[in-house]
């Protein structure tokens, strides 16, 4: 084409891309450069769109892939500080676990240490038989039935005293409470003894109440309100049961 009909307006130069990528004048001028900064700052722009990212890990899982470094470099330097490295430091914790299963097997779980010596039965606000029996039915109904075997059981032995077949003593253990009503109710010796007995073994003995035993204390219960003593001999109450 002529200089006055050509594509490029004659004397003025133009631009065609090079081999290497980078924009060139025509003929033997230099290249056309970006300044540095501009450029670095378009680039930035470039690499922050989201389809440079879509195939990036997860902020959870480049934290477990750092946590998981960091055991493999601590099971590493174990393994290099063990005799037999790797297979050592394996063998190690073997033994270990197995240790740690025949204690277990030989012990069994774990339980809190009973109390041997008995507490008070009552603690240091003195309440009726009535509000012992009304606190009692509320841990039942809620299913606590450690407590519920607790409040009969002193319930029980306060309507005792409050019909004078016990004297008040503060500090009175279960034990000694059934062994003295027991001298006054020969009839229900046994069954005292054995309320005791459960009062002390979920108290300071570690076991759980139940259901079962708490309606046998609750019967008892029921049955000494019952009871009528007679006395036969001046000063020596007996029972004569209903």
């Known amino acids: ?21 980078l924009l060139s004048q025509g003929g033997d001028g230099p290249p056309v450069t970006v300044p540095r900064d501009p450029g670095r700052t378009a680039a930035k722009h470039e690499l922050s769109k989201r ?13 477990l892939n750092r946590v998981w470094d960091w055991v493999e470099h601590l099971f590493a330097a174990a393994s290099g500080a063990t005799p037999g490295g790797g297979l050592g430091l394996f063998v190690i914790v073997l033994a270990v676990l197995a240790l740690a299963a025949l204690l277990w097997w030989r012990l069994g779980t774990p339980h809190r240490t009973p109390t041997t010596t008995p507490a008070p039965l009552f603690d240091h606000r003195p309440r009726t038989a009535a509000e012992h029996r009304a606190a009692a039915e509320e841990h039942a109904t809620q299913g606590h039935w450690t407590q ?19 004297d008040h003593l503060p500090g009175r253990t279960a034990d000694e409470a059934a062994a003295q009503a027991a001298a006054a109710l020969p009839a229900y010796e046994d069954r005292l003894h054995a309320a005791a007995r459960e009062f002390d073994h979920v108290t300071y003995g570690g076991r759980s109440g139940d259901p079962q035993t708490y309606h046998r204390l609750s019967a008892l219960d029921d049955d000494l309100a019952r009871a009528r003593p007679v006395v036969t001999t001046p000063g020596v109450p007996t029972i004569d049961r209903p």
């Open 148 to 166: 519920a075997m607790q409040e009969r059981m002193r319930a029980l032995v306060r309507a005792l005293e409050e019909r004078a077949l016990l």
């Open 51 to 63: 389809m440079y990212h879509d195939h990036e890990p997860s902020l959870l899982l480049r934290a």
């Open 1 to 21: 084409m002529s200089s006055a009909g050509g594509l490029f307006p004659a004397g003025r130069p133009h631009l065609r891309l090079s081999p290497t990528g």
